[in-house]
């Protein structure tokens, strides 16, 4: 009995010995080809602040293509075998409606830009990914797949040894909306990329490097502009004898006040809320709180000329070095157009800021 047993122990041991040898034999050959490199992380270079004006069309470019550093992969690949270079994001923000005609380089003429975590602020993401067994390659859109989802990237059929690859991202930043409120985005690694074996992306075997970017804070450039209340006082009728006649003008200030630095220019405009009466002038008329006729409200500058209305004008005081606060002296009074009655006299206007 005991050389029965003995027998069936060495006929199990013997059994397991050869499974081992056959699966391991069948990983070698499965995975003879092999590329090197890769592990390291590249950044994109961007500002460490932005700022960005609020009159800026979307679609601007915030910050230029910022190009990687390239990495390099070695691959030996047999006769039946591809390599090539993938990337795929690494993080979840969703399409904005932009998209930029700007490239970092030959490829693709439009890029889709994302939406980041700060409101109105954008990044577009390109990969060059060559294999150069294969030739040059171009830039591909990160947001589109062009492997399989969600990788992007170029492959090849190439045999031998010492066959190099090499991948390497392009950054942007891009106004998607209206910077309403400073924000920060975060340091963070975007995207992840590695040589394929055999055209299948993560590999095993490979080894990734990944794509960074520093934080960024994102200032809105604006001046705060409160409402401008303008008192002009109680009148009587005499005061404007005739058709054309005015009351002394009240000056009073349009205040911008801490204005950042950085803008191009700071361009301003009045518009009225009622009916203009007279437009060489730059009379409106009285609101509907009003019971008063046959005045209206003339607008002018600082030097009592008529102002113009519903009319852009620079502001010429503006520092784009130092930023600060600043007052554009103006003048406003009444103006007989018709036959006065007494009765409150009111009336308002718009005052647009534009930044450039």
């Avoid at 801490?258 to 009225?272: A, K, Q, R, T, W």
Wanted: proline share 8%.
């Amino acid at each position: 009995m005991k050389g029965i047993g003995f027998a069936r122990l060495r006929r199990y041991a013997w059994i397991i010995l050869s499974s081992a040898l056959v699966l391991t034999g069948g990983m070698q050959d499965a995975w003879a080809d092999a590329c090197t490199g890769g592990g390291q992380s590249v950044q994109a270079i961007l500002p460490a602040t932005i700022s960005v004006p609020r009159d800026l069309p979307v679609g601007a470019i915030l910050a230029p293509w910022s190009i990687t550093s390239m990495v390099n992969y070695v691959c030996t690949m047999s006769t039946t075998s591809g390599s090539g270079m993938y990337s795929k994001l690494n993080v979840a923000w969703p399409k904005s409606s932009v998209t930029i005609a700007s490239t970092p380089g030959p490829g693709l003429a439009s890029y889709t830009v994302l939406q980041t975590n700060v409101p109105g602020v954008g990044m577009a993401i390109a990969f060059d990914g060559e294999p150069s067994s294969c030739g040059g390659a171009d830039w591909l859109d990160e947001v589109s797949p062009s492997v399989r989802p969600p990788y992007v990237g170029w492959t090849c059929t190439a045999t031998g040894s010492n066959l190099k690859n090499y991948g390497r991202w392009a950054v942007a930043l891009v106004k998607t909306g209206v910077v309403s409120a400073a924000g920060v985005l975060g340091a963070q690694t975007l995207a992840s990329s590695s040589s394929m074996i055999n055209f299948v992306p993560d590999s095993p075997g490979t080894t990734p490097f990944y794509l960074i970017v520093p934080a960024v804070t994102v200032v809105p450039l604006t001046c705060q502009t409160p409402d401008v209340p303008v008192p002009l006082g109680t009148h009587f009728p005499v005061e404007m004898a005739s058709v054309g006649a005015t009351t002394a003008a009240v000056p009073f200030n349009i205040s911008l006040n801490n204005c950042p630095s950085g803008m191009n220019g700071v361009l301003y405009e009045i518009d009225p809320t009622t009916s203009v009466l007279n437009s060489s002038q730059s009379v409106v008329a009285l609101n509907g709180s009003s019971s008063a006729t046959g005045v209206g409200v003339q607008l002018l500058d600082g030097s009592g000329a008529v102002f113009p209305l519903s009319t852009t004008k620079a502001f010429s005081g503006y520092n784009s070095s130092t930023g600060g606060s600043y007052v554009i002296p103006m003048k406003a009074r009444y103006y007989r157009t018709g036959t006065v009655t007494p009765g409150p006299a009111n009336t308002s206007m718009i005052l647009t800021m534009t930044y450039q």
